[in-house]
């Protein structure tokens, strides 16, 4: 199935959702835009759907307001979070009373908007980038920005709620880096991360030395169902 039935199937599915007066499932995309000063060398924006295992099982603990499952297993049948680290968090009452946000410090790779140069296909299962670039300015790295979210906006019209999660990545790594892979991770109370989702770009894009790289995520919840 390329990408235009895809586009078209999930359009199908929303239209669907809101006749039977169900939950849409909030809606992703992300913008690639690379600067060179003041020059543009790339800008696109595609949809990001990927949501991970995790993304599913946090969104739905704060629905049911439940802790992950106290046996400490992940994958069907199970409710458990697999951190960035590969260990499984079988339980954490902070999941549900303060909740996971995706926001980051500078120089800090471990969180919020992450970027990676494996184009490996997706798989719910991921738990991290497959091949995260770390923060640094040395060959291989890219040096990450504190992140900004900005605060959700009411779209009359579309009667939808989105906000942005911006974050820059400076080239300063003395060669081209290739990005192929974008993700969120969310950082629970500064105890454990959590990959969300996890997207394969549809267009690889390389940022030169000395470039700047801005990726956004534009999230947005449609209430068309609710507000009409």
């Not at 690639?32 to 759907?49: F, N, R, S, T, W």
Request: proline letters at 2%; hydrophobic letters at 40%; aromatic letters at 6%.
């Amino acid at each position: 199935m390329d990408t235009q039935e895809k586009k078209q199937l999930r359009e199908e599915i929303k239209k669907k959702t809101r006749l039977l007066g169900l939950p849409p499932v909030p809606e992703l995309t992300i913008q690639m835009e690379v600067k060179l000063g003041d020059e543009v060398l790339h800008d696109h924006q595609e949809e990001a759907h990927s949501w991970t295992r995790n993304g599913w099982n946090i969104m739905t603990a704060q629905m049911f307001q439940i802790q992950p499952c106290l046996s400490g297993d992940f994958g069907v049948g199970a409710f458990g979070l697999t951190k960035t680290n590969g260990d499984i968090q079988s339980v954490d009452a902070d999941l549900i009373t303060q909740g996971n946000r995706c926001l980051s410090a500078a120089a800090n790779s471990g969180d919020g908007v992450v970027v990676g140069t494996s184009g490996a296909v997706f798989n719910t299962e991921h738990y991290q980038l497959q091949g995260l670039i770390s923060h640094g300015v040395i060959a291989g790295t890219l040096s990450y920005v504190t992140m900004t979210i900005a605060a959700p906006a009411y779209t009359v019209g579309t009667k939808t709620w989105k906000a942005s999660i911006k974050r820059i990545f400076n080239n300063l790594s003395g060669g081209t880096i290739t990005v192929a892979e974008v993700g969120l991770v969310s950082n629970n109370n500064g105890l454990s991360t959590f990959l969300t989702a996890r997207d394969v770009l549809a267009e690889a894009v390389d940022v030169i030395d000395n470039a700047q790289l801005t990726v956004t995520y534009g999230v947005s919840m449609d209430f068309s169902d609710i507000d009409s």
